[in-house]
């Protein structure tokens, strides 16, 4: 029937032209990829090739880490550096917390980091991982080259860290006799001396009570006192617990 013949001739038509249409975009895909390597071929003839990668602001970040994430070749046509992929690879490295990218012609790519300040070690179990200001892992960073750090424990303590080490900074005397800080129950903080001695601080107002211990200690010197604990978590009160060793209990005969 004619309205058949019809149909089969509207069919090849329509296969016709899909596979004229592919054919024609695909051509002009290679052609837009041949000439832009012929560009990118001009332009390193040109002298637009990379010589120099420049990088500033690099304290920790691994120099291996670093030029893996690159992964660039001196000699390589300059502008066919993609930017953006640059920038994703230098943020997947865990020291890295931002970085800018820059172009230089005719021959430079240059680097500025902007990496993460270590505050902390937060303690799991018996093991250290370092944290930065807002409490995030440092992925890929020694434990051991940061000792110096304050080491802080607890639940959920790591984004609260920062908030209670500015406040024990108040008072830098004070603060240098510190080794570690607990976080207590998601509320408050347990301050540990270097001598052993605990300092258990207030859920409100700690400031007042860190600054009213710091100035205790300078006229009594009472951190330097043969005791276990000093609780001031009753506001204007200071309770100390002596020092004394536990005894074993003997067993019967």
Do not use: C
């Amino acid at each position: 029937p004619q309205t058949s013949l019809w149909r089969k001739i509207k069919i090849g038509f329509l296969s016709l032209f899909a596979v004229t249409t592919a054919s024609t975009i695909g051509m002009a895909m290679l052609d837009r990829e041949k000439l832009t390597n012929d560009l990118l071929a001009m332009s390193a003839n040109a002298g637009l090739v990379l010589t120099d990668i420049q990088v500033r602001g690099r304290a920790h970040t691994p120099q291996s880490r670093l030029l893996a994430a690159l992964n660039l070749e001196t000699g390589a046509p300059i502008l066919g550096i993609n930017l953006q992929n640059l920038h994703s690879n230098l943020s997947q490295i865990g020291w890295v917390e931002d970085a800018i990218v820059e172009r230089r012609l005719p021959g430079t790519i240059h680097i500025t980091l902007r990496e993460r300040v270590p505050i902390a070690l937060l303690q799991n179990n018996d093991k250290h991982k370092l944290i930065d200001q807002s409490g995030a892992i440092i992925d890929g960073a020694d434990p051991s080259q940061f000792t110096h750090l304050t080491v802080v424990a607890g639940d959920n303590a790591a984004p609260h860290a920062a908030a209670i080490l500015s406040i024990l900074k108040t008072e830098p005397e004070l603060f240098s006799e510190v080794w570690a800080v607990s976080y207590r129950s998601k509320r408050r903080w347990d301050v540990h001396l270097k001598n052993g001695m605990e300092v258990r601080l207030p859920e409100i107002d700690p400031v007042s009570a860190w600054s009213r211990l710091a100035m205790i200690d300078r006229k009594k010197a009472i951190t330097h006192r043969d005791l276990a604990v000093i609780d001031m978590r009753v506001p204007q009160q200071l309770i100390v617990e002596p020092n004394i060793p536990v005894r074993g209990r003997g067993s019967k005969t």
